[in-house]
């Protein structure tokens, strides 16, 4: 495990990337979670990246897994101090040779929430929020396109929460924000990988 001032990260580096994809894993998981994601995202693609999977910095109370913040119930306090935290290892991660333009931050259920958060306020190239929802008073006027994709059926975050980010985003955003709806549960759709490979052809 490696580490940045405020995270722990693991990663799958290339020597010749121009482009990175970040990932936030959900709750009660860890950093190696979604890099499977990230490889099917980016294998293929006629251009290189470096994949990093940042690690939430906080135990779940019951030891089992990995949490942003305290979830239930929501301790938005704590959800703030660990944006900010976020932010600044963004901003250190785009600081070393890739920039942040040249960067996707993908992140699932809790880690699409801190995505959306931290991301509303940086300029990537593109933003992408599996079965998310929005933290209070987050940034509408995101700098930065953005994919969501959410089940009809999620149990855990209903379709609702990804319905008003996007329903937000069209009236306040200038950029690109795409909505996939999928009849499946709280996970990542098998299909919205290839959505988000078209889109980083669009983009990039």
Not at 158 to 179: E, F, H, M, T
């Amino acid at each position: 495990m490696k580490s940045f001032m405020h995270h722990e990260y693991v990663s799958i580096n290339s020597k010749s990337a121009k482009y990175r994809i970040i990932l936030l894993h959900g709750w009660g998981a860890d950093a190696d979670d979604l890099l499977p994601i990230g490889k099917q995202v980016t294998d293929g693609l006629q251009k290189d990246f470096d994949i990093i999977s940042l690690r939430a910095p906080n135990l779940r109370t019951d030891s089992i897994g990995r949490q942003w913040y305290g979830l239930y119930p929501a301790n938005w306090s704590e959800a703030e101090l660990e944006v900010n935290k976020l932010i600044s290892t963004l901003k250190e991660i785009g600081n070393n040779d890739i920039p942040l333009s040249n960067s996707i931050l993908l992140g699932f259920s809790q880690g699409a929430a801190m995505s959306i958060a931290a991301g509303s306020r940086l300029n990537l190239g593109l933003i992408v929020s599996c079965s998310g929802y929005p933290h209070p008073n987050w940034d509408k006027k995101i700098n930065s396109p953005i994919l969501l994709s959410h089940g009809e059926k999620d149990e855990v975050v209903p379709v609702a929460a990804s319905r008003q980010i996007y329903g937000d985003l069209k009236k306040y955003s200038n950029y690109s924000c795409k909505l996939h709806e999928f009849s499946g549960f709280h996970e990542i759709d098998i299909n919205f990988i290839d959505i988000i490979k078209s889109e980083i052809n669009i983009i990039f």
